[in-house]
C-alpha cells in the first residue's frame, strides 16, 4: 500500500530541539489518506514542567508577530503537552507507513521527537521516515503562497504541503 505523507508544522518557544511546543499542525498530503488535519494548541506550562526550553529571543520574537498568531498561547483549547502527543499520536497511528516532513532537518521533527522522549511516549513513525521539506524547498524557484495565518502551525502545514506538491512533485513519490 502507498504510504501517506504528513507534513508537520510546529510552534514553539525556542529554536532548538529541546523547544517547548506552543502548537502541533499536520495536513496529510499524499497517500491514502490525503487531506486529513490535525491540529491542537498545546499549554506551554505543561511543556515547561516536563523540562522542555523557552528562550527570551524566541518569546520576544513572538512578541512581534500578528495578534492571530499570538493568540495560540490564550487558546482555550490548549491541551496539556501529554495529552497533546498522545492525540497526535492517534492521528498517526490511523496513517499508513507515514513519511513525516517538517520545515527543517533538524527542527520540526527533531522537537517532537525530544517532545515525545521528554514524556515517555514513543515516536509514532519511524525514525528513517523523517523527511525535510527546508531541503526541498530550496531548490523550488517559485515562493511559497502562504494561506491563513503565518505561524499557525496547521496552516503553515497546509502552505508547506502545497507548495511542495505544486513544485516538487517527483521528491514525495
Same mark, same amino acid.
Given at each position: 500500500m502507498t504510504p501517506d505523507h504528513v507534513m508537520i508544522d510546529l510552534e514553539? =518557544?525556542?529554536n532548538v530541539p529541546t523547544a517547548a511546543v506552543v502548537a502541533i499542525g499536520a495536513v496529510v498530503f499524499q497517500g491514502p489518506n490525503a487531506g486529513l488535519q490535525f491540529y491542537t494548541a498545546v499549554d506551554l506550562h505543561s511543556c515547561l514542567a516536563a523540562k522542555l526550553t523557552m528562550s527570551d529571543d524566541t518569546m520576544a520574537w513572538w512578541g512581534k508577530q500578528s495578534p492571530e498568531a499570538r493568540a495560540v498561547f490564550a487558546d482555550p483549547q490548549r491541551m496539556p503537552l501529554l495529552a497533546a502527543l498522545q492525540e497526535f499520536y492517534r492521528f498517526m497511528q490511523s496513517l499508513n507507513e507515514p513519511r513525516v516532513w517538517g520545515n527543517g532537518a533538524s527542527f520540526d521533527n527533531a522537537i517532537m521527537a525530544n517532545a515525545y522522549r521528554a514524556v515517555g511516549v514513543p515516536l509514532?513513525?519511524?525514525?528513517?521516515?523523517d523527511r525535510c521539506y527546508r531541503t526541498? =524547498? =530550496?531548490g523550488i524557484f517559485q515562493k511559497?503562497?502562504?494561506?491563513?495565518?503565518?505561524h499557525n502551525a496547521l496552516d503553515d502545514a497546509i502552505s508547506q504541503a502545497d507548495h511542495l506538491l505544486a513544485h516538487a512533485r517527483e521528491a514525495v513519490v
Open positions: 514553539t =518557544a525556542d509514532p513513525w519511524k525514525f528513517w521516515h526541498v =524547498a =530550496a511559497r503562497q502562504q494561506q491563513g495565518t503565518h
